[in-house]
T-cell receptor
Framework: KQEVTQIPAALSVPEGENLVLNCSFTDSAIYNLQWFRQDPGKGLTSLLLIQSSQREQTSGRLNASLDKSSGRSTLYIAASQPGDSATYLCATGTASKLTFGTGTRLQVTL | SQTIHQWPATLVQPVGSPLSLECTVEGTSNPNLYWYRQAAGRGLQLLFYSVGIGQISSEVPQNLSASRPQDRQFILSSKKLLLSDSGFYLC?????????????FGNGTRLTVT
C-alpha cells in the first residue's frame, strides 16, 4: 500500500526567501506525482504534474522534481510571497487513483 | 474551459438523516470522477471513483454510496448519517482515458453531523 509523507507539517518563512517542500513515497510504481495547493476551507488547486518518465516540471516560480528510485519529490518555490501562504499537498498517481500526503502548511510573513 | 460545480457548500445534518451531495462538470466529456473526504488533520481519503456512467468503484467500506446517472454528474449519498461522516467532501475530475491528467477539484462541502 502506497504511503506518502510530507515533512515538515508546517513552515514559516520571511517574504522573499526561496524554499523547498519535501514529499516521500514508499512505492515507486507510479504513473505520476502531482503537487496541489489548498487555501483554508477551499478545494485543491493543481500546481504541477510530473510524469514518471520526467525529472522535473516548472511553472513560474515553482519547480517540482521527481526521483522515483529514491521515492522523493521536492517543490521549490522561488522568491516567496505572502500570497503563497497555503497548504501544499503532494500525491502519487497510479492508474485512476491518487494517494495524498497530509500536506505542509506554509506561512510567508512580511 | 472546464468547470466543476459542487453543492451545497456547507451542510449540518442530524445523525440518522439522509445525505445527497451533487457534483457536475462542464466543458468535457467522459471524465473520470472522484469523491474524496478530508478529515481535520488528516490527508485526503478516496471514497469513490468512476470512469463512466454507472461504473462506480468503492475504496472504503462504509455507509456511503455514489452514483453517476449522467456522464458529467456524480452524486454522493447516505441513507443514515453517522457522527463519523462529518468532514470536508471534495469532488474532482480528470480527463477520461488518461493516466497523466491533473486532478481538478470543486470547492468542497463542509458536512457536520450533529
Amino acid at each position: 500500500k502506497q504511503e506518502v509523507t510530507q515533512i515538515p507539517a508546517a513552515l514559516s518563512v520571511p517574504e522573499g526567501e526561496n524554499l523547498v517542500l519535501n514529499c516521500s513515497f514508499t512505492d515507486s510504481a507510479i504513473y505520476n506525482l502531482q503537487w496541489f495547493r489548498q487555501d483554508p476551507g477551499k478545494g485543491l488547486t493543481s500546481l504541477l504534474l510530473i510524469q514518471s518518465s520526467q525529472r522535473e516540471q516548472t511553472s513560474g516560480r515553482l519547480n517540482a522534481s521527481l526521483d522515483k528510485s529514491s521515492g522523493r519529490s521536492t517543490l521549490y518555490i522561488a522568491a516567496s510571497q505572502p500570497g503563497d501562504s497555503a497548504t501544499y499537498l503532494c500525491a502519487t498517481g497510479t492508474a485512476s487513483k491518487l494517494t495524498f500526503g497530509t500536506g505542509t502548511r506554509l506561512q510567508v510573513t512580511l | 474551459s472546464q468547470t466543476i460545480h459542487q453543492w451545497p457548500a456547507t451542510l449540518v445534518q442530524p445523525v440518522g438523516s439522509p445525505l445527497s451531495l451533487e457534483c457536475t462538470v462542464e466543458g468535457t466529456s467522459n471524465p473520470n470522477l472522484y469523491w474524496y473526504r478530508q478529515a481535520a488533520g488528516r490527508g485526503l481519503q478516496l471514497l469513490f471513483y468512476s470512469v463512466g456512467i454507472g461504473q462506480i468503484s468503492s475504496e472504503v467500506p462504509q455507509n456511503l454510496s455514489a452514483s453517476r446517472p449522467q456522464d458529467r454528474q456524480f452524486i454522493l449519498s447516505s441513507k443514515k448519517l453517522l457522527l463519523s461522516d462529518s468532514g470536508f467532501y471534495l469532488c474532482a475530475w480528470s480527463v477520461g482515458g488518461s493516466y497523466n491528467s491533473p486532478l481538478h477539484f470543486g470547492n468542497g462541502t463542509r458536512l457536520t453531523v450533529t
